[in-house]
T-cell receptor, first 108, second 112 residues
Framework: AQRVTQPEKLLSVFKGAPVELKCNYSYSGSPELFWYVQYSRQRLQLLLRHISRESIKGFTADLNKGETSFHLKKPFAQEEDSAMYYCALRWGFNKFYFGSGTKLNVKP | EAQVTQNPRYLITVTGKKLTVTCSQNMNHEYMSWYRQDPGLGLRQIYYSMNVEVTDKGDVPEGYKVSRKEKRNFPLILESPSPNQTSLYFC???????????FGNGTRLTVT
């Protein structure tokens, strides 16, 4: 079965510190992975996806097939990054599997 | 404005009383899906639809029904709600294979 694990429920860092939100997956195939973010009082929205290899709002994520990980990183956290972050895996086109989410709290 | 609209935002009901949560999208997306979010479990897929009259089960379909009579609408139906269906529900839609999911604002359901 496909599964996405986010081991940290809450991550607190100070403004300007590096941040890494962990995501591990189990999948017997070529995964398509995403990070979604939910800011306070807003709906879930896509942050980035591994196939795009892009940097959004200073965040990057690299797919490591050997470690089956897709950790989200940002070198210098900002207060506006405080939000709930979900790692997700798409299986085929139809099914999505989400992690349990990590709440990032960036302190001033 | 392109968006996914869910109604109602909050719903409190009693066991066994049929209810429907509506979901509508204005982006002409073919793919739509429903999720429930529970503490510690993240989002779990209930049902999805690839197009009009094409629906299929996700990971947690028991106790739910859906229909897709029109492309824009994908209602979630609870024929006989039970307390274990108390949850936060999200509807989402998507376009082509590489396009992201667009989520609604969520519906918080409480079944007493």
């Amino acid at each position: 079965a496909q599964r996405v694990t986010q081991p940290e429920k809450l991550l607190s860092v100070f403004k300007g510190a590096p941040v890494e939100l962990k995501c591990n997956y189990s999948y017997s195939g070529s995964p398509e992975l995403f990070w979604y973010v939910q800011y306070s009082r807003q709906r879930l929205q896509l942050l980035l996806r591994h196939i795009s290899r892009e940097s959004i709002k200073g965040f990057t994520a690299d797919l490591n097939k050997g470690e089956t990980s897709f950790h989200l990183k940002k070198p210098f956290a900002q207060e506006e990054d405080s939000a709930m972050y979900y790692c997700a895996l798409r299986w085929g086109f139809n099914k999505f599997y989400f992690g349990s989410g990590t709440k990032l709290n960036v302190k001033p | 404005e392109a968006q996914v609209t869910q109604n109602p935002r909050y719903l409190i009901t009693v066991t066994g009383k049929k209810l429907t949560v509506t979901c509508s999208q204005n982006m002409n997306h073919e793919y739509m899906s429903w999720y429930r979010q529970d503490p510690g479990l993240g989002l779990r897929q209930i049902y999805y639809s690839m197009n009009v009259e094409v629906t299929d089960k996700g990971d947690v379909p028991e106790g739910y029904k859906v229909s897709r009579k029109e492309k824009r609408n994908f209602p979630l139906i609870l024929e006989s709600p039970s307390p274990n269906q108390t949850s936060l529900y999200f509807c989402a839609s998507g376009g082509t294979y590489n396009s992201p999911l667009h989520f609604g604002n969520g519906t918080r359901l409480t079944v007493t």
